[in-house]
């Protein structure tokens, strides 16, 4: 190959390195600023001060939920910990008992005022009448 | 043989005779394949057990994000292309392939966006899948705007070259977004490596989806780089006979 060709190789990978490299560092000391949601367990140990509004995800745990005039009440759990939420107003239609959720609002005394409650699906999509068979 | 072959294919006059001969057996191919997998995504595909009838949006939200980095990805190639062999019709792909981009990328996150209400609940979150996603669309519009500020065609396709390229970091992180931080937006259910998560009688029809999109906007892509090469060449001899 002749040599200004190879010259402009090397250039462009050292552009790709530069580049790769420098969005790396930035992602990697952003790290979990970058997450969406904290889950329960990550909750535990942190000290959040009441004031500031918060994203907390994780399943709703199954036969918490309990609707009370509008509030509604339920606990989400990452199976390790959970934590007990009360929301006032309409959840999305996903909302149920062992599926996702995530919720935005402010923890007081361990329990999550909510302001706003979406619900999170997975990655599965499978006709309703198909028996779920737990191979995995 | 094939370097004779490359070396004929990258002269601007070949490429836009051969795309005219081609052009109208990919286009109707893919559109009979996209409107099949439509009406068999759409009305023969039976609902989905958690979403109901709202995931088929499916069948063109998925096609338009897979399209929207897969061009980005023909962008960075025909860029590398260009700055090492000095390729002109790659330099009037890359400025063809971006307006296509910025579509597929604005279909992919309005998709979405009316995915979501129904099914999050919201139609617009901050998370690192959509945020990427949204940079993405930026990025197109900005190398789109950056190439039409300059007068000298010949800089602007290096610098947008060079752009693109160190842009192309961002297609990876959207890809793995879903994986390395807590989002909104599940994670993919088509990998190269598992088995996918989604009911064979949903995956075929959004696969056919997938091909025929793909062939329409290569069609599109087809059609734009032919205005490129005639805007760009437009003194030369040959493209008075053409035209």
């Given at each position: 190959?002749?040599?200004?060709?190879?010259?402009?190789?090397?250039?462009?990978?050292?552009?790709?390195?530069?580049?790769?490299?420098?969005?790396?560092?930035?992602?990697?000391?952003?790290?979990?600023?970058?997450?969406?949601?904290?889950?329960?367990?990550?909750?535990?140990?942190?000290?959040?001060?009441?004031?500031?509004?918060?994203?907390?995800?994780?399943?709703?745990?199954?036969?918490?939920?309990?609707?009370?005039?509008?509030?509604?009440?339920?606990?989400?759990?990452?199976?390790?910990?959970?934590?007990?939420?009360?929301?006032?107003?309409?959840?999305?239609?996903?909302?149920?008992?062992?599926?996702?959720?995530?919720?935005?609002?402010?923890?007081?005394?361990?329990?999550?005022?909510?302001?706003?409650?979406?619900?999170?699906?997975?990655?599965?999509?499978?006709?309703?009448?198909?028996?779920?068979?737990?191979?995995? | 043989?094939?370097?004779?072959?490359?070396h004929?294919?990258a002269?601007?006059?070949?490429?836009?005779?051969?795309?005219?001969?081609?052009?109208?057996?990919?286009f109707?191919f893919?559109?009979?394949?996209?409107?099949?997998s439509?009406?068999?995504?759409?009305?023969?595909?039976?609902?989905?057990?958690?979403?109901?009838?709202?995931?088929?949006?499916?069948?063109?939200?998925?096609?338009?994000?897979?399209?929207?980095?897969?061009?980005?990805?023909?962008?960075?190639?025909?860029?590398?292309?260009?700055?090492?062999?000095?390729?002109?019709?790659?330099?009037?792909?890359?400025?063809a392939?971006?307006?296509?981009?910025?579509?597929?990328?604005?279909?992919?996150?309005?998709?979405?966006?009316?995915?979501?209400?129904?099914?999050?609940?919201?139609?617009w979150?901050?998370?690192?899948?959509?945020?990427?996603?949204?940079?993405l669309?930026?990025?197109?519009?900005?190398?789109?705007?950056?190439?039409?500020?300059?007068?000298?065609?010949?800089?602007?396709?290096?610098?947008?070259?060079?752009?693109?390229?160190?842009?192309?970091?961002?297609?990876?992180?959207?890809?793995?977004?879903?994986?390395?931080?807590?989002?909104?937006?599940?994670?993919?259910?088509?990998?190269?490596?598992?088995?996918?998560?989604?009911?064979?009688?949903?995956?075929?029809?959004?696969?056919?989806?997938?091909?025929?999109?793909?062939?329409?906007?290569?069609?599109?892509?087809?059609?734009?780089?032919?205005?490129?090469?005639?805007h760009?060449?437009?003194?030369?001899?040959?493209?008075?006979?053409?035209?």
């Open positions: 190959m002749n040599p200004i060709r190879k010259k402009r190789i090397y250039s462009i990978l050292f552009v790709l390195l530069f580049s790769v490299s420098g969005i790396s560092l930035i992602l990697y000391s952003l790290n979990s600023n970058l997450d969406y949601f904290f889950t329960p367990t990550e909750l535990k140990d942190r000290n959040i001060p009441a004031d500031k509004r918060i994203k907390v995800g994780g399943m709703v745990l199954s036969g918490s939920v309990e609707r009370i005039s509008s509030s509604i009440f339920f606990v989400i759990t990452d199976y390790e910990n959970s934590i007990k939420v009360e929301y006032e107003g309409i959840v999305p239609d996903l909302f149920k008992e062992d599926s996702g959720v995530v919720v935005l609002g402010n923890l007081r005394d361990k329990i999550l005022y909510a302001e706003e409650v979406l619900a999170k699906h997975d990655e599965n999509y499978m006709p309703p009448n198909i028996e779920i068979n737990d191979d995995n | 043989m094939i370097k004779k072959f490359i004929q294919f002269s601007p006059k070949t490429y836009l005779y051969q795309v005219s001969r081609f052009y109208k057996y990919i109707y893919s559109l009979i394949i996209y409107i099949i439509i009406i068999w995504g759409l009305f023969f595909t039976p609902e989905d057990f958690v979403q109901g009838n709202s995931y088929r949006i499916i069948y063109l939200h998925v096609p338009a994000s897979f399209l929207s980095q897969t061009l980005y990805l023909a962008m960075a190639i025909s860029s590398i292309t260009y700055l090492i062999w000095r390729v002109k019709l790659a330099a009037y792909l890359i400025i392939i971006a307006p296509i981009g910025a579509m597929t990328t604005f279909i992919a996150l309005i998709s979405g966006s009316i995915w979501g209400i129904p099914t999050w609940g919201t139609w979150q901050w998370d690192a899948r959509i945020t990427s996603t949204l940079i669309f930026i990025m197109y519009l900005g190398l789109i705007s950056l190439h039409n500020s300059f007068s000298n065609h010949e800089k602007a396709d290096k610098l947008l070259s060079w752009l693109v390229i160190v842009g192309a970091v961002n297609i990876p992180i959207i890809k793995k977004s879903v994986d390395w931080w807590s989002t909104l937006h599940q994670s993919a259910s088509i990998t190269l490596t598992d088995k996918p998560s989604i009911d064979p009688v949903m995956l075929y029809p959004l696969i056919g989806s997938i091909v025929g999109f793909f062939g329409l906007v290569i069609c599109l892509v087809l059609l734009s780089s032919k205005y490129q090469i005639l760009r060449e437009k003194n030369k001899s040959w493209v008075k006979d053409y035209v």
